[in-house]
């Protein structure tokens, strides 16, 4: 099992920047594919982006070209660089380990979750 602790989350306003940060103990963190995920207020949790061991990422059509994942193995860290936010970014934003070889979208399939992070974007 791998244990997932979240941070970064915070106000800001439309048009800015945050940097989520999700550290992972408890098992080899390079053996595991990473998402973030994101659960907006009356929405079911949604799929956010997605990085595999070996580096593929995969994007919801909402974030592409305003959001990148990115990891550092040797921190044992997975990374959301939140750029030109909006307010319907708002959500709690969950990190999410995976055992697979390739970028995985379901939530379904991932096992170890965090405990979610705050994100607010105002007008």
């Known amino acids: 099992q791998v244990q997932l602790v979240e941070s970064g989350g915070g106000l800001v306003q439309a048009g800015g920047s945050l940097r989520l940060s999700c550290e992972a103990s408890g098992r080899t963190f390079s053996n595991y594919g990473m998402g973030w995920f994101r659960q907006a207020p009356g929405k079911a949790r949604a799929f956010v982006a997605g990085?595999?061991?070996?580096?593929?990422?995969s994007y919801a059509d909402s974030v592409k070209g305003r959001f990148t994942i990115s990891r550092d193995n040797a921190k044992n860290t997975v990374y959301l660089q939140m750029n030109s936010l909006k307010p319907e970014d708002t959500a709690v934003y969950y990190c999410a380990a995976v055992s697979s070889l390739v970028v995985v979208t379901t939530e379904g399939a991932y096992r170890d979750w965090g405990q979610g992070t705050q994100v607010t974007g105002s007008s």
């Open positions: 990085l595999s061991r070996f580096g593929s990422r």
